[in-house]
T-cell receptor, first 115, second 112 residues
Framework: GAGVSQSPSNKVTEKGKDVELRCDPISGHTALYWYRQRLGQGLEFLIY????????KSGLPSDRFSAERTGESVSTLTIQRTQQEDSAVYLC?????????????FGEGSRLTVL | RKEVEQDPGPFNVPEGATVAFNCTYSNSASQSFFWYRQDCRKEPKLLMSVYSSGNEDGRFTAQLNRASQYISLLIRDSKLSDSATYLCVVNTPTSGTYKYIFGTGTRLKVLA
């Protein structure tokens, strides 16, 4: 497809389980971002990839969160031992080579509910 | 202090009204500025970039004041379809890269 694709669109899991969220950016977009949005809240920056490297991981809330990107394409965000406070929509965005001024294109998000 | 601050609203305005939102940012080295629109339970989408000289796109006007570190968005002749959350976004250099920082958004409801 032409846009940013995320999967799963909805995930319900039990506390303590691991989850993996996937993002497929727009072809040719080397910059990729993950954000978290809790209900009624703003977007919280998690991590930024330029190519396959992550120059900025400052937003990852704890060591239970990790992300990787391969082939300058697909990225996965992994949350280990999920907690109820991890419930949120996880949004992925991509843009042309990272730098000032590029438009961010967002996927529709993965809605995570931790019971 | 948050890096990007916005009044959360909600702003409830009648159709046809003019409404303005402001946003302030803390990092004077910020390079680029944007307004995004987010509809309920949808992903954000770019509304317009904000240029130093100010810019207009139809009923929407964006302005940047670097000295005071604020950005504004003016919507004229509001339509019901303008009801959404408006996100102020600032692109800021950090650790040799750039990071897009989002404000928490201002909710607008246009009433018939």
């Amino acid at each position: 497809g032409a846009g940013v694709s995320q999967s799963p669109s909805n995930k319900v899991t039990e506390k303590g389980k691991d989850v993996e969220l996937r993002c497929d950016p727009i072809s040719g977009h080397t910059a990729l971002y993950w954000y978290r949005q809790r209900l009624g809240q703003g977007l919280e920056f998690l991590i930024y990839f330029q190519g396959n490297s992550a120059p900025d991981k400052s937003g990852l809330p704890s060591d239970r969160f990790s992300a990787e990107r391969t082939g300058e394409s697909v990225s996965t965000l992994t949350i280990q031992r999920t907690q109820q406070e991890d419930s949120a929509v996880y949004l992925c965005a991509s843009s042309l080579p990272g730098g000032a001024g590029g438009e961010l294109f967002f996927g529709e998000g993965s809605r995570l509910t931790v019971l | 202090r948050k890096e990007v601050e916005q009044d959360p609203g909600p702003f409830n305005v009648p159709e046809g009204a003019t409404v303005a939102f402001n946003c302030t940012y803390s990092n004077s080295a910020s390079q680029s500025f944007f307004w995004y629109r987010q509809d309920c339970r949808k992903e954000p989408k770019l509304l317009m970039s904000v240029y130093s000289s100010g810019n207009e796109d139809g009923r929407f006007t964006a302005q940047l004041n670097r000295a005071s570190q604020y950005i504004s968005l003016l919507i004229r002749d509001s339509k019901l379809s303008d009801s959404a959350t408006y996100l102020c976004v600032v692109n800021t250099p950090t650790s040799g890269t750039y990071k897009y920082i989002f404000g928490t958004g201002t909710r607008l409801k246009v009433l018939a």
